[in-house]
Structures are given as structure tokens and as C-alpha cells.
């Protein structure tokens, strides 16, 4: 099956940082979906990026599909962008979603 | 615009007893549903998906069952709980390729 690997598995970064979050998968996708799970379990939904290069705010994302990788920008980063953040590519059939194991962000004062 | 719901949010239940997660969308009609459970410190996994009325389709082969009665209605039940049912269950639905995740059930099994 589809592998989804994410690195680095935990970032320990300064208020105001910038990072870079890196999301690698085996086979080829037509949808990726990048997530914040907050420290209350929340997931919040950041980009569906299945290609090509989307900002919000702060934060921007960028998916090279024929490479296999997608990459989260996080910029002047708030302690409020603490949690776990993970990427998402489909399954075969009802756009069942395969999660990555996550990448741990703890941004201290 | 679409919201959705999640209940109980925090749940305690003994080994054996029966369980009964209930989900709800608000503002769309006809989503594909689903149900995830994320261990502690762990990933997603998906657990059972629904494209429609009484349509579900299990990923996991386990004690747990889902059922959707209604377009917009998602329940995860078990008839007998066991330890290793503990987790943080979280329902999702989906738009084309998107999909939205509820607030989260958090159940512990003693």
C-alpha cells in the first residue's frame, strides 16, 4: 500500500522561526490535504493541495506530485501554531484519506 | 455553511459495556461519512466510511460496527467494549476531494 512518510517527526522552534515541514509519499496522488491537530484533538484543515503552490496568511504549502513530496511553510511562527501537523493522501475508493505519522511542532516564547 | 457535530466529547466506559458515538452534518446533503481513531500519540486510521444511506464499508476488521439511519447521520456502536477500544474517535465528512473533521470523542476503557 501507499506509504506516507513526514519529517521531521518533532520541531522544537523560537517564537517568530520560520520552519519547513516535509510530506513524502510512495505513489501517485491526485489529493493531498495538509492538517493542524491542535492540543485539544481539533484537526483543522489547512490546504488541499494536490498540486502547485498555495499561501494563507502565514503559512503556504507546495506540492511536486511528480516527485512525490509536499512541503508546509510556516512563517514567523506563534506559539498558537503548536500541535501536530499531518498530510493526507487518498486510498482507492471514496476518497478514503491515509495519514502520515505526523510531525510534532512545539513553538515556545 | 457546513458544520459538524460530535457526541458525547469526553466518554468513560467499563470493559464490556456497549458504546454508542453519534455524528451529525449540518449544511450539506448527501456526504461520503467516515469514522478515524487516532491512539495516543499516534496517526488516523480510518475505520468505516459511508457514501450514502445505509452504505458502509469497514476498513478495519474489529468489535465495532457503524450505521448511517440518516443522509446526515453517522453512529459508531459496540455491543462489548474492550480495553483496546480507547482512543480519540473522530468522524469526517467529505467534499470531492476535502474532507472536514468533527471535534473529536475521547473514550477511555477501564
Known amino acids: 500500500g501507499i506509504q506516507v512518510e513526514q519529517s521531521p517527526p518533532d520541531l522544537i522552534l523560537q517564537e517568530g522561526a520560520n520552519s519547513t515541514l516535509r510530506c513524502n509519499f510512495s505513489d501517485s496522488v491526485n489529493n493531498l490535504q495538509w492538517f493542524h491537530q491542535n492540543p485539544w484533538g481539533q484537526l483543522i484543515n489547512l490546504f488541499y493541495i494536490p498540486s502547485g503552490t498555495k499561501q494563507n496568511g502565514r503559512l503556504s504549502a507546495t506540492t511536486v506530485a511528480t516527485e512525490r513530496y509536499s512541503l508546509l511553510y510556516i512563517s514567523s511562527s506563534q506559539t498558537t501554531d503548536s500541535g501536530v501537523y499531518f498530510c493526507?493522501?487518498?486510498?482507492?475508493?471514496?476518497?478514503?484519506?491515509?495519514f502520515g505519522t505526523g510531525t510534532r511542532l512545539t513553538v515556545i516564547p | 455553511s457546513q458544520t459538524i457535530h460530535q457526541w458525547p466529547a469526553t466518554l468513560v466506559q467499563p470493559v464490556g459495556s456497549p458504546l454508542s458515538l453519534e455524528c451529525t452534518v449540518e449544511?450539506?446533503?448527501?456526504?461520503?461519512l467516515y469514522w478515524y481513531r487516532q491512539a495516543a500519540g499516534r496517526g488516523l486510521q480510518l475505520l468505516f466510511y459511508?457514501?450514502?444511506?445505509?452504505?458502509i464499508s469497514s476498513e478495519v476488521p474489529q468489535n465495532l460496527s457503524a450505521s448511517r439511519p440518516q443522509d446526515r447521520q453517522f453512529i459508531l456502536s459496540s455491543k462489548k467494549l474492550l480495553l483496546s477500544d480507547s482512543g480519540f474517535y473522530l468522524c469526517a465528512w467529505g467534499r470531492m476531494r476535502e474532507q472536514f473533521f468533527g471535534p473529536g470523542t475521547r473514550l477511555t476503557v477501564l
Open positions: 459511508s457514501v450514502g444511506i445505509g452504505q
Open positions: 493526507a493522501v487518498p486510498l482507492t475508493g471514496a476518497n478514503n484519506l491515509f
Open positions: 449544511g450539506t446533503s448527501n456526504p461520503n
